[in-house]
Nanobody, 129 residues
């Protein structure tokens, strides 16, 4: 069982920045790949960014590439999402998710929501125009 808690959401003007953080419980954080997803009203949950368990591999949705950066600190059991140049279309509830990596897949980044069994409660990000 992994418990995840997001923080850092809020209201920001277009062009601004926010940094989301996700704190994970447990002592085996280094064995979990992590991801950020978001869900806007009336839309399906979508992948935003993912990072391998070592942090050596990352992957981004095309819509956020070059603006968002995912990172992790395995010593502190945290994963962060730095969001720059925010746009109104980035408005959504952002979720942190984790999945235990298959041994030998240390560099693998999971991009589908169905691959993640553990989820946080979400944090609202609102970007005003």
């Amino acid at each position: 069982q992994v418990l995840l808690e997001e923080s850092g959401g809020g209201l920001v003007q277009a062009g601004g920045s926010l940094r989301l953080s996700c704190a994970a419980s447990g002592r085996a954080f280094v064995t979990y790949a992590m991801g950020w997803f978001r869900q806007a009203p009336g839309k399906e949950r979508e992948f935003v960014a993912g990072i391998s368990r070592s942090g050596g591999s990352t992957y981004y949705a095309d819509s956020v590439k070059g603006r968002f950066t995912i990172s992790r600190d395995n010593a502190k059991n945290t994963v962060a999402l730095q969001m720059n140049s925010l746009k109104p279309e980035d408005t959504a509830v952002y979720y942190c998710a984790s999945v235990r990596s298959i041994p030998g897949d240390g560099a693998y980044v999971y991009t589908h929501s169905g691959q993640y069994p553990y989820w946080g409660q979400g944090t609202q990000v609102t970007v005003s125009s």
